[in-house]
């Protein structure tokens, strides 16, 4: 079974603080994706990673994919109110680029 | 000028009934996804058409087929409903490696 683990699962952190999110699996990915997704809508697609190593910068939000495409990151500088969501990372496998979704991170943000 | 669209985005039906939702992309993208979205926010790929045919048909009860009349409308019909068929239902549309386009989902109830 495929699987990627995302953690934490929950967080909740006060305003000007950073985070880090993390996205891992045993399996290795040809590309990773990460969504934000708000209540009573869909995920909305960040980034995708495709290269092993690759750090992609979103203004204040810092995407990193593994060496070995295994896993990724989110790290966010100086989170605002406005970054509270879920955050999804999901992971491409195979040709026919089947994409696997992880459980989440349902960041808050406190004022 | 919505991008993925479905509807209904609210179905309340009863047990036994069937139903259908619709989606329609107009990004001209080739690929077309159902995902199911449980209570726990836990996306699973249901059925992946790419220009009308289909590539990916997971482990899902033979009461929900997809229809793809043309590669901008991807369809799902649900025969019998059940109880555990109340979940989020979402539409999404990709190029390859391009990351996915949801809709905002359609949020069925069972009763």
């Known amino acids: 079974t495929q699987l990627l683990e995302q953690s934490p699962q929950f967080l909740s952190i006060q305003e000007g603080e950073n985070l880090t999110v993390y996205c891992n699996s045993s399996?290795?990915?040809?590309?990773l994706q990460w969504y934000r997704q708000e209540p009573g809508e869909g995920p909305v697609l960040l980034v995708t990673?495709?290269?092993?190593?690759e750090v992609k910068k979103l203004k204040r939000l810092t995407f990193q994919f593994g060496d070995a495409r295994k896993d990724s990151s989110l790290h966010i500088t100086a989170a605002q109110p406005g970054d509270t969501g879920l955050y999804l990372c999901?992971?491409?496998?195979?040709?026919?680029?089947?994409?696997?979704f992880g459980k989440g991170t349902r960041l808050h943000i406190l004022p | 000028d919505t991008a993925v669209s479905q509807t209904p985005k609210y179905l309340v039906t009863q047990m036994g009934n069937d139903k259908s939702i619709k989606c329609e992309q107009n990004?001209?993208?080739?690929?077309m996804y159902w995902y199911k979205q449980d209570s726990k926010k836990f996306l699973k790929i249901m059925f992946s058409?790419?220009?009308?045919?289909?590539?990916i048909n997971e482990t899902v009860p033979n009461r929900f087929s997809p229809k793809s009349p043309d590669k901008a409308h991807l369809n799902l019909h649900i025969n019998s409903l059940e109880l555990g068929d109340s979940a989020v239902y979402f539409c999404?549309?990709?190029?390859?490696?391009?990351?996915?386009?949801f809709g905002s989902g359609t949020r069925l109830t069972v009763v």
């Open positions: 999404a549309s990709s190029q390859r490696v391009g990351g996915y386009t």
């Open positions: 399996s290795v990915f040809s590309s």
């Open positions: 990673v495709v290269t092993g190593g």
């Open positions: 999901a992971g491409a496998l195979g040709r026919d680029d089947k994409i696997i």
């Open positions: 990004l001209g993208h080739d690929t």
């Open positions: 058409y790419n220009n009308k045919e289909l590539i």
